[in-house]
């Protein structure tokens, strides 16, 4: 326990008892003088000695099994005018209770005046307009000179960012006002003089109050009880706390800190040049605006960026664009860039995908942006966006020429699991002058002596405007959508090449199709496809009895033809006949090319008067062919039979072959019919 700690400010007195709240083991050398009663000499006062009987045994019943007592306790001395107010709570194997006087000043009026302030507290809309409102409402309550609110950077710099002063009071018969502290609205302090014990202290104890810098301190009798007294109200400032807010100029100090949602927003200090007592209603008045400010802040803050985050999101149509009309990155890019970089408030975007760079605005060249890509992508493995200000001085970057940018904000866009692509947004060097209220360690001491009311003043160069935590989340949110709009493309470009493969694929199999079942040159059914049929009308028939019947036909004379008029003409003549007999049949007959000018002809459900009808007809049909360059009519010899039981393709085939050439024998252009099998 350091020194100080054994020491309280006067403004107070504190009783140490033992854990059982009976008795009272040491106590502040001006317990008698606060409280105007006589003690007895050399030895410690009984408890009900000091706080009456009832009072001492109500602070015993309700400490029972509790580590303080709900709220402060008022009570009354006889030899004084006023009340007091005791804080009771246990410290390591004590209990501690500290009283404190109460001033005349009415509560119930506090409280309507306090109650005033909250209301108007709860209307602020703006940050600003929410902690100007808060110091001058402390201010009037307190009356310090000076009441500021410093908040905390990210490296535990403060900046005041409101601050109230009083108004100008002067003695009668006085030219100079008193009680003149500057002001310090925009000044920095440095993170030096918030230590992390400080800071933490805050954390613990809210509320800091020193009536009197230079108050001479009262002790803790008898000396030897070892009491931590680190958690009161009372205990007297560390000598380099009281040696800071001398060189401040400050006398009475009160402080309370504004909890934020991620550790100490800041802290609101009220100074005063002169000493400056703070009745406890005040204190704990001031103590209820801050908390009440510090809630209303942090909503501000939440509904800020919540609604910077909507922006974000309102201009995250690409993945639902982009399933209907997929774009590619390119096309993305040149669309949205513009919208990226006022969302971002940055003066340059890339995108690299896939080794190609886009840009828009003020960006590196396109090799520069590939390099820092490389090696974004070797240190930074996780899927975080990655950022600097102060590109200069960022191993990664500080060796590239990025031109004037000083901050890069990179977000990963894993697109492809082998090679990520980024979305990059660039921010130029920033230029600022901060003014530091206390010497920071970064500016060296001024050349001149400066009066304690200046400023330090230091140039910061260097360093782009810093990428702010939901200006980092919002780029994550922009990098997924921006990921899952380049796949889309990228899949619907591979199904576009599926469909186009599938589509020949299927053309292919068609033509294979018309090869295996066709014949070339006339386009009806070739020989294996009319032999299949066959094969197939042989199985319905074995099984139904429904008879067929076979036709074998061939042009007469059909050498003549080529030898007098040419290949040409004959083939022409094979192609017309085998349209104008493909022609003429029923749906459900079938002709094929037998080969050469044969040709065959299955007819379905049909016997051998049908087929003998058919063949007839077929026979006149053909003699009505014209064919250019020819003038003699074309004929044709037709063998006809029908389906036999135990009849095989070859069997029909070989009757109706047999049939055809008694045809040709017997003068052509004629049908000739064979019933039964035939000798083997
Ligand atoms: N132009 C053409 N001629 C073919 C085709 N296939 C076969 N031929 C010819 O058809 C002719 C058939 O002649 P032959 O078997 O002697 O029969 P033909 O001259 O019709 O006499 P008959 O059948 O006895 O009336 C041959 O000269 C074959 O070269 C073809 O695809 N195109």
Same mark, same amino acid.
């Given at each position: 326990?350091?020194?100080?700690?054994?020491?309280?400010?006067?403004?107070?007195?504190?009783?140490?008892?033992?854990?059982?709240?009976?008795?009272?083991?040491?106590?502040?050398?001006?317990?008698?003088?606060?409280?105007?009663?006589?003690?007895?000499?050399?030895?410690? %006062?009984?408890?009900?000695?000091?706080?009456?009987?009832?009072?001492? +045994?109500?602070?015993?019943?309700?400490?029972?099994?509790?580590?303080?007592?709900?709220?402060?306790? @008022?009570?009354?001395? %006889?030899?004084?005018?006023?009340?007091? +107010?005791?804080?009771?709570?246990?410290?390591?194997?004590?209990?501690?209770?500290?009283?404190?006087?109460?001033?005349?000043?009415?509560?119930?009026?506090?409280?309507?005046?306090?109650?005033?302030?909250?209301?108007?507290?709860?209307?602020?809309?703006?940050?600003?307009?929410?902690?100007?409102?808060?110091?001058?409402?402390?201010?009037?309550?307190?009356?310090?000179?000076?009441?500021?609110?410093?908040?905390?950077?990210?490296?535990?710099?403060?900046?005041?960012?409101?601050?109230?002063?009083?108004?100008?009071?002067?003695?009668?018969?006085?030219?100079?006002?008193?009680?003149?502290?500057?002001?310090?609205?925009?000044?920095?302090?440095?993170?030096?003089?918030?230590?992390?014990?400080?800071?933490?202290?805050?954390?613990?104890?809210?509320?800091?109050?020193?009536?009197?810098?230079?108050?001479?301190?009262?002790?803790?009798?008898?000396?030897?009880?070892?009491?931590?007294?680190?958690?009161?109200?009372?205990?007297?400032?560390?000598?380099?706390?009281?040696?800071?807010? +001398?060189?401040?100029?400050?006398?009475?100090?009160?402080?309370?800190?504004?909890?934020? #949602?991620?550790?100490?927003?800041?802290?609101?200090?009220?100074?005063?040049?002169?000493?400056?007592?703070? @009745?406890?209603?005040?204190?704990?008045?001031?103590? @209820?605006?801050?908390?009440?400010?510090?809630?209303?802040?942090?909503?501000?803050?939440?509904?800020?960026?919540?609604?910077?985050?909507?922006?974000?999101?309102?201009?995250?149509?690409?993945?639902?664009?982009?399933?209907?009309?997929? +774009?590619?990155?390119?096309?993305?890019?040149?669309?949205?860039?513009?919208?990226?970089?006022?969302?971002?408030?940055?003066?340059?975007?890339?995108?690299?995908?896939?080794?190609?760079?886009?840009?828009?605005?003020?960006?590196?060249? %396109?090799?520069?942006?590939?390099?820092? =890509?490389?090696?974004?992508?070797?240190?930074?493995?996780?899927?975080?966006?990655?950022?600097?200000?102060?590109?200069?001085?960022?191993?990664?970057?500080?060796?590239?020429?990025?031109?004037?940018?000083?901050?890069?904000?990179?977000?990963?866009?894993?697109?492809?699991?082998?090679?990520?692509?980024?979305?990059?947004?660039?921010?130029?060097?920033?230029?600022?002058?901060?003014?530091?209220?206390?010497? %920071?360690?970064?500016?060296?001491?001024?050349?001149?002596?400066?009066?304690?009311?200046?400023?330090?003043?230091?140039? =910061?160069?260097?360093?782009?405007?810093?990428?702010?935590?939901?200006?980092?989340?919002?780029?994550?949110?922009?990098?997924?959508?921006?990921?899952?709009?380049?796949?889309?493309?990228?899949?619907?470009?591979?199904?576009?090449?599926?469909?186009?493969?599938?589509?020949?694929?299927?053309?292919?199999?068609?033509?294979?199709?018309?090869?295996?079942?066709?014949?070339?040159?006339?386009?009806?059914?070739?020989?294996?496809?009319?032999?299949?049929?066959?094969?197939?009308?042989?199985?319905?028939?074995?099984?139904?009895?429904?008879?067929?019947?076979?036709?074998?036909?061939?042009? #007469?004379?059909?050498?003549?033809?080529? #030898?007098?008029?040419?290949?040409?003409?004959?083939? #022409?003549?094979?192609?017309?006949?085998?349209?104008?007999?493909?022609?003429?049949?029923?749906?459900?007959?079938?002709?094929?090319?037998?080969?050469?000018?044969?040709?065959?002809?299955?007819?379905?459900?049909?016997?051998?008067?049908?087929?003998?009808?058919?063949?007839?007809?077929?026979?006149?049909?053909?003699?009505?062919?014209?064919?250019?360059?020819?003038?003699?009519?074309?004929?044709?010899?037709?063998?006809? @039979?029908?389906?036999?039981?135990?009849?095989?393709?070859?069997?029909?085939?070989?009757?109706?072959?047999?049939?055809?050439?008694?045809?040709?024998?017997?003068?052509?252009?004629?049908?000739?019919?064979?019933?039964?099998?035939?000798?083997?």
């Amino acid at each position: 326990m350091s020194k100080h700690h054994s020491l309280l400010q006067s403004f107070g007195a504190l009783l140490v008892l033992d854990a059982d709240s009976r008795r009272i083991q040491a106590m502040s050398s001006n317990v008698a003088v606060l409280l105007g009663i006589s003690l007895p000499n050399g030895r410690l %006062p009984t408890l009900s000695s000091v706080l009456g009987k009832r009072l001492g +045994q109500r602070v015993r019943y309700e400490l029972q099994g509790q580590q303080r007592l709900p709220g402060p306790l @008022t009570f009354k001395c %006889p030899a004084r005018p006023n009340r007091f +107010q005791l804080h009771a709570y246990r410290a390591g194997s004590h209990v501690l209770i500290e009283i404190e006087p109460l001033h005349t000043l009415g509560k119930q009026r506090l409280l309507g005046t306090v109650n005033e302030r909250l209301m108007r507290l709860a209307e602020a809309t703006h940050q600003e307009e929410l902690l100007d409102y808060l110091v001058i409402a402390v201010q009037q309550l307190t009356g310090h000179d000076r009441v500021s609110v410093c908040h905390f950077d990210s490296d535990w710099h403060g900046i005041i960012v409101a601050g109230s002063l009083a108004t100008e009071r002067a003695l009668p018969g006085a030219e100079l006002p008193v009680g003149r502290l500057p002001d310090l609205l925009g000044q920095r302090f440095p993170a030096k003089d918030f230590p992390i014990a400080l800071r933490r202290s805050y954390e613990r104890h809210p509320v800091r109050l020193i009536q009197d810098v230079m108050a001479p301190c009262e002790h803790l009798l008898p000396k030897e009880v070892a009491v931590d007294v680190s958690d009161c109200f009372l205990r007297a400032p560390a000598p380099e706390r009281q040696q800071y807010l +001398q060189r401040l100029g400050v006398r009475g100090a009160l402080s309370v800190a504004m909890q934020g #949602d991620a550790g100490l927003w800041g802290l609101l200090f009220c100074h005063s040049a002169s000493a400056h007592p703070v @009745t406890p209603p005040v204190r704990d008045a001031v103590r @209820t605006l801050v908390q009440m400010a510090t809630q209303r802040l942090l909503l501000l803050r939440a509904r800020q960026e919540a609604r910077y985050l909507q922006r974000v999101q309102d201009s995250l149509v690409l993945s639902t664009n982009n399933r209907l009309k997929p +774009q590619g990155p390119y096309q993305l890019f040149t669309e949205h860039a513009d919208t990226w970089r006022s969302l971002f408030r940055a003066n340059g975007v890339a995108l690299w995908v896939k080794g190609s760079v886009y840009q828009s605005g003020n960006t590196p060249k %396109p090799e520069v942006i590939s390099q820092l =890509v490389t090696r974004i992508e070797k240190a930074h493995v996780h899927s975080g966006p990655w950022c600097t200000q102060e590109t200069a001085k960022e191993p990664l970057t500080s060796s590239l020429d990025l031109l004037e940018q000083s901050g890069v904000l990179a977000v990963p866009l894993p697109t492809d699991p082998t090679q990520r692509g980024w979305l990059m947004f660039f921010r130029p060097e920033q230029v600022e002058t901060l003014y530091w209220a206390m010497q %920071p360690s970064s500016v060296p001491l001024p050349p001149m002596m400066m009066s304690p009311s200046d400023a330090w003043c230091e140039e =910061v160069t260097g360093k782009s405007e810093a990428w702010q935590r939901v200006e980092r989340l919002a780029a994550m949110d922009l990098g997924e959508d921006l990921t899952l709009a380049i796949s889309a493309y990228e899949i619907s470009t591979l199904n576009m090449h599926l469909e186009r493969e599938r589509k020949a694929l299927a053309e292919a199999n068609q033509r294979l199709k018309q090869l295996a079942h066709f014949d070339p040159l006339t386009q009806v059914w070739n020989r294996y496809r009319i032999e299949q049929a066959i094969d197939a009308e042989l199985v319905a028939a074995k099984r139904y009895g429904a008879a067929f019947s076979v036709l074998l036909f061939d042009v #007469d004379h059909f050498k003549q033809i080529n #030898d007098t008029l040419g290949h040409s003409v004959g083939d #022409d003549v094979l192609i017309s006949l085998a349209r104008l007999v493909e022609g003429s049949l029923r749906g459900c007959d079938h002709l094929g090319r037998w080969g050469g000018e044969e040709f065959v002809v299955l007819a379905t459900h049909s016997n051998m008067e049908a087929a003998e009808g058919l063949a007839e007809r077929l026979r006149g049909l053909v003699a009505t062919l014209e064919v250019n360059g020819l003038v003699q009519p074309i004929t044709v010899s037709i063998g006809v @039979t029908v389906w036999q039981p135990d009849d095989s393709c070859k069997t029909i085939i070989a009757r109706a072959d047999a049939a055809m050439y008694r045809a040709k024998r017997n003068g052509r252009n004629r049908v000739e019919i064979t019933k039964k099998a035939l000798q083997e």
